[in-house]
């Protein structure tokens, strides 16, 4: 299996590529994705010594994050999907963060500003892919809602600016704090291999961002 993976959920854009088992990745800090992923996709392909053509299925994370962030990977996909007629693996970037994290239960929060996180509680199957438990939110992160009393491991954004009014809220749910994650490409990568081989990829035009905050995605949709 052939696999492009991109996210540009947050500052950091990234690529990546799975090939088989074989995993390569290409990241880029700041929020100038329009103009770095495109190259960023070429350098990477051909690293790897491979075309566009020979890709097997594309992948992206679908959000919530940056809107303007996920609007340019959704186009990048959506673009790249209908010129070669490949599918496409819309992938959790909440998932991914969880994803990338060294523990069996995560509590992934990415800052979505405005004194609120974007919340999401996964944890990991036996095959490794990350299972959301309950529902994927945007809220304040005094109102998140306390998982099931087990110990858990935070991660992202939303845990480095507010892990202190997290860590009150979850109590002794939280055994800790991963500071500095983010979503990656290489675990879109990973979960998209898991979602394809389920028949869960899609027809580029329903490659679409998932914002979950409502009133801001349906002004952003106006301009």
Same mark, same amino acid.
């Given at each position: 299996?052939?696999?492009? #993976?991109?996210?540009?959920?947050?500052?950091?854009?990234?690529? %990546? $590529?799975?090939? /088989? &088992?074989?995993?390569?990745?290409?990241?880029?800090?700041? *929020?100038?994705?329009?103009?770095?992923?495109?190259?960023?996709?070429?350098?990477? $392909?051909?690293?790897?010594?491979? #075309? $566009?053509?020979? @890709?097997?299925?594309?992948?992206?994370?679908?959000?919530? &994050?940056?809107?303007? /962030?996920?609007?340019?990977?959704?186009?990048?996909?959506? !673009? @790249?999907?209908?010129?070669?007629?490949?599918?496409?693996?819309?992938?959790?970037?909440?998932?991914?963060?969880?994803? !990338?994290?060294?523990?069996?239960?995560?509590?992934? %929060?990415?800052? #979505? +500003?405005?004194?609120?996180?974007?919340?999401?509680?996964?944890?990991?199957?036996?095959?490794?892919?990350?299972?959301?438990?309950?529902?994927?939110?945007?809220?304040?992160?005094? #109102?998140?809602? $306390?998982?099931?009393?087990?110990?858990?491991?935070?991660?992202?954004?939303?845990? =480095?600016?507010?892990?202190?009014? @997290?860590?009150?809220?979850?109590? =002794?749910?939280?055994?800790?704090?991963?500071? !500095?994650?983010?979503?990656?490409?290489?675990?879109?990568?990973?979960?998209?291999?898991?979602?394809?081989?389920?028949?869960?990829? *899609?027809?580029?035009? +329903?490659?679409?961002?998932?914002?979950?905050?409502?009133?801001?995605?349906?002004?952003?949709?106006?301009?």
């Amino acid at each position: 299996m052939k696999i492009l #993976a991109l996210d540009t959920s947050t500052e950091t854009c990234s690529v %990546a $590529l799975l090939i /088989g &088992g074989e995993l390569i990745e290409s990241a880029a800090s700041g *929020v100038q994705h329009s103009s770095k992923i495109l190259p960023m996709v070429e350098a990477l $392909l051909a690293q790897a010594d491979i #075309a $566009l053509a020979q @890709l097997d299925t594309l992948a992206f994370g679908r959000g919530p &994050g940056l809107f303007t /962030g996920l609007r340019i990977g959704a186009g990048v996909v959506q !673009g @790249l999907g209908f010129a070669l007629e490949l599918p496409v693996v819309p992938v959790s970037s909440l998932a991914a963060l969880a994803h !990338g994290v060294d523990a069996p239960r995560v509590l992934a %929060a990415l800052d #979505a +500003r405005m004194g609120q996180v974007y919340w999401g509680a996964y944890e990991r199957r036996g095959t490794g892919r990350m299972a959301l438990s309950g529902q994927e939110l945007v809220m304040a992160p005094d #109102a998140v809602p $306390l998982p099931p009393a087990t110990t858990w491991m935070g991660a992202g954004s939303g845990w =480095d600016h507010y892990h202190e009014v @997290l860590t009150q809220r979850l109590g =002794d749910c939280v055994g800790g704090w991963q500071s !500095g994650a983010h979503p990656r490409a290489r675990d879109v990568a990973r979960l998209a291999a898991e979602a394809f081989r389920d028949g869960e990829a *899609v027809a580029p035009e +329903r490659a679409v961002p998932v914002y979950l905050r409502d009133n801001v995605a349906k002004k952003m949709s106006a301009d």
